[in-house]
C-alpha cells in the first residue's frame, strides 16, 4: 500500500451495521423491506434490546486503573477513588505502567489484565502464558522492557472472554536507522495485535494469537491510538495515525478477525516528525474525534460515524499562546502553544487540551474562537517540584485526570467538573494522591461503555429512482471493475442499498473488488444506476 500523503480517501468496503438489513442481497428483499416498514423498525427495536443487553455488561470494564512507574497503584473506582491500593514493592520487582500503559476489567468490574506496553500481565503482576516481548528484540532492550509512548496499548473486550491487545512497534531493521547519523526521523513500522482467550489456564489467561500483523513496512506515529465501539454494539473501530501528515488508518475490530476498513488523509493540520508524545480521543457519544502531538500548536478534530468509521467535516484549530511557560529558558520556545495531550468533557461540549505548562478547555459550541477558549490552569505546584502535563483520561466518576509527564510526582491534578464552562470546570491542583512517586498517566481505555446505535438511514425506504438511457455502466454486475462509458470527467457517486454515500469520484471507472456483494447505485448528473457487485 502506497503511503502517499494526497490521499482523500482510500476506496473500502461499507457495511450494513443491523444484521437484519445485512441480510438484503436483492431487489426482491429491498421490495420487501419497501412494504413492511413497521416490520423492520420492530425487528430493529428488538435487535437494539438484545444489544443494549450485552452492552450494560461492558459498563465496569473502566472501574480499576493501574499506573506507576517502578510503585505501581491500583485505583479502583468501584469503591474509593481516592484510597490506592500499593501492587507491589519497587524495590523487588520493578515495573512501569505509564505513558504505554493500559488495562481492563471484566463484566463485573474486577481487574484482569493489565500492559506496559511490551507485556501483558495478571492481577498479581505475573506475565501470562504467551504474555512475554510482545515487541521486537531491539525497541525491547533499548527502552528496559517497557513502553513510553503514549497511548502504545489498547485492550479490546470481545464475545466469549476474548480479548485483543493492538501494539503499534517498530521493526529491528527501521530500529536501527535511528541511531545513524544524519537520522531525520523515527518512524513505527508495524503495527500488532494479540489475541488472549481468558478462559484458559483457570482463568488467569493465554495469549493464542501473537504478535500478528495488521500493518507492515508503513510509516506510523509512534504515539496515539484510541477505537470506539462499532455503532452494532459488538465491533470496534480501531484508529492510529501515520507519521508526518495527517493520515488515519481505520481498522474494524470483529470477533474473529481484524482488517482494514479506511484509510483518510487529510490537508490540515500537518503534524510533522515530532510524535515523542500525543493523544488521540473519542467523546463519549462515540460521535467526534479529536488529536494532537508534542511540539505542535495544532488540534485536529472531525466528527465521526460509528456505523461506517469514516470522519467527515475536518477541522484543524490552534491553542492560544502560552499564559504560564518556563522562565529559566532563555530561548523563550516554550512560550509558545506547544500541545501534549486532550480529552472531551462528558457531555461532548467542552475539549481540554494540555500542554507542558498549562491546560486549556475550548468550547465547541462557540462560533467565536476568541471566546472559545478558557485557560483553566497553570502550574499545579513550584517550578522545582512541578513534573509536567501530559494525556488525560475521565474517570469512571466522570472527573477528568490530568497525568504526569515525568515521573517524580506523587500526585496528578483532577478537573473535578469538566461539563460546566469556564471557571466552574473547578481544577483541583495535586489533589489526587499517591503514597509514592511516579505517578505518570492513567492507563489508555476507550468507552467501554458505549451500546448500540440505529445505523438505519431513511434513504433506504425511498431509494433513489433509477434512469436506464443516460448512465452506462459496464460490465454490470461486476465483482471487480465498474466502467462508466459516457459521463467523461463528471462526478460520480456510490451509494449504497441504504442510502448512504460511499464514494465520490471524477474518474471512469470504479474499483470495486473490496466491496459488500449486494445492490448499489450509482449517480451522476442526477441520474440514478443501478448496479450490483458480485
Known amino acids: 500500500m502506497s503511503n502517499n500523503s494526497n490521499y482523500a480517501i482510500i476506496d473500502v468496503s461499507k457495511l450494513i451495521t443491523v444484521d437484519y438489513i445485512n441480510q438484503l ?55 474509593n477513588p481516592f484510597a490506592k491500593t500499593l501492587m507491589n514493592n519497587a524495590t523487588i520487582s520493578p515495573k512501569y505502567f505509564t505513558h504505554g500503559n493500559s488495562n481492563i476489567c471484566d463484566s463485573i468490574g474486577n481487574l484482569i489484565l493489565l500492559s506496559d506496553g511490551y507485556h501483558i500481565y495478571d492481577t ?14 531491539e525497541l525491547y532492550i533499548d527502552y528496559n522492557g517497557w513502553s513510553l ?52 489456564n483457570a482463568g488467569f489467561g493465554k495469549v493464542v494469537q501473537r504478535k500478528q500483523a495488521l500493518l507492515e513496512n508503513v510509516r506510523l506515529s509512534k504515539v496515539g491510538m484510541m477505537a470506539c465501539r462499532h455503532g452494532n454494539g459488538k465491533d470496534w473501530w480501531l484508529m492510529k495515525p501515520a507519521l508526518d501528515t495527517n493520515m488515519i488508518y481505520t481498522f474494524r475490530v470483529t470477533q474473529d478477525s481484524i482488517y482494514l476498513d479506511t484509510l483518510q488523509g487529510f490537508a490540515e493540520p500537518h503534524f510533522g516528525f515530532w510524535d515523542t508524545k500525543g493523544q488521540t480521543m473519542f467523546n463519549q457519544e462515540g ?7 508534542r511540539h505542535s500548536s495544532f488540534i485536529f478534530l472531525a466528527d465521526f460515524d460509528r456505523c461506517y ?20 529558558d532563555s530561548t523563550e520556545l516554550d512560550k509558545f502553544n506547544i500541545n501534549e495531550g486532550l480529552a472531551f468533557s462528558p457531555n461532548g461540549r467542552f475539549l481540554y487540551v494540555s500542554s507542558d505548562y498549562n491546560i486549556w478547555q475550548y468550547d465547541l ?34 472527573k477528568l485526570y490530568i497525568g504526569n509527564r515525568n515521573g517524580l510526582s506523587q ?39 458505549l451500546g448500540a446505535k440505529v445505523c438505519y438511514p431513511e434513504g433506504l425506504l425511498n431509494p433513489p429512482k433509477e434512469d436506464l438511457n443516460t448512465l452506462e455502466v459496464f460490465p454490470n454486475p461486476s465483482s471487480t471493475i465498474f ?19 460511499i464514494l465520490s469520484t471524477t474518474k471512469e471507472e470504479i474499483n470495486v473488488s473490496h466491496f459488500s456483494i449486494g445492490i448499489y447505485y450509482l449517480k451522476c448528473e442526477n441520474v440514478v444506476k443501478k448496479v450490483v457487485v458480485e
Not at 163 to 191: M, R
Not at 372 to 384: F, I, S
Open 124 to 137: 498479581l503482576l505475573n506475565i501470562i502464558d504467551g504474555g512475554d516481548t510482545l515487541v521486537p528484540v
Open 365 to 398: 459550541q462557540e462560533s467565536d474562537t476568541t471566546l472559545a477558549w478558557h485557560h483553566v490552569a497553570g502550574l499545579d505546584t513550584t517550578w522545582q517540584k512541578f513534573q509536567a502535563y501530559s494525556n488525560m483520561y475521565l474517570g469512571a466518576d466522570n
Open 483 to 501: 466502467y462508466i462509458k459516457n459521463k467523461k470527467g463528471k462526478k460520480k457517486e456510490l451509494y449504497n442499498s441504504v442510502g448512504e454515500l
Open 25 to 79: 442481497s436483492s431487489e426482491k428483499n429491498i421490495e420487501i423491506l419497501l412494504s413492511n416498514k413497521r416490520i423492520i423498525m420492530k425487528n430493529i427495536l428488538v435487535v437494539l434490546l438484545f444489544i443494549s443487553t450485552i452492552i450494560n455488561a461492558q459498563t465496569n470494564r473502566n472501574k480499576v486503573w493501574v499506573q506507576g512507574g517502578a510503585y505501581v497503584f491500583k485505583t479502583d473506582f468501584k469503591t
Open 149 to 200: 509512548y503514549d497511548q502504545s496499548t489498547i485492550f479490546l473486550p470481545m464475545d466469549n472472554n476474548q480479548y485483543y491487545l493492538i501494539t503499534p512497534t517498530v521493526s529491528d531493521s527501521t530500529h536501527a536507522k535511528w541511531f545513524l547519523p544524519n537520522a531525520t526521523d523515527a518512524p513505527f513500522d508495524l503495527l500488532w495485535y494479540n489475541k488472549i482467550d481468558m478462559n484458559a
Open 411 to 449: 500526585q496528578m491534578s483532577v478537573i473535578e467538573n469538566p461539563d460546566i464552562k469556564g471557571i466552574g470546570c473547578n481544577f483541583c491542583p495535586r489533589c489526587f494522591r499517591f503514597s509514592e512517586i511516579g505517578t505518570g498517566t492513567p492507563p489508555c481505555m476507550p468507552n467501554y461503555s
Open 309 to 328: 468509521g469514516v470522519l467527515s467535516n475536518p477541522r484543524a484549530i490552534i491553542t492560544p499562546i502560552e499564559k504560564t511557560h518556563n522562565p529559566f
Open 287 to 293: 460521535t467526534m474525534y479529536a488529536s494532537t502531538y
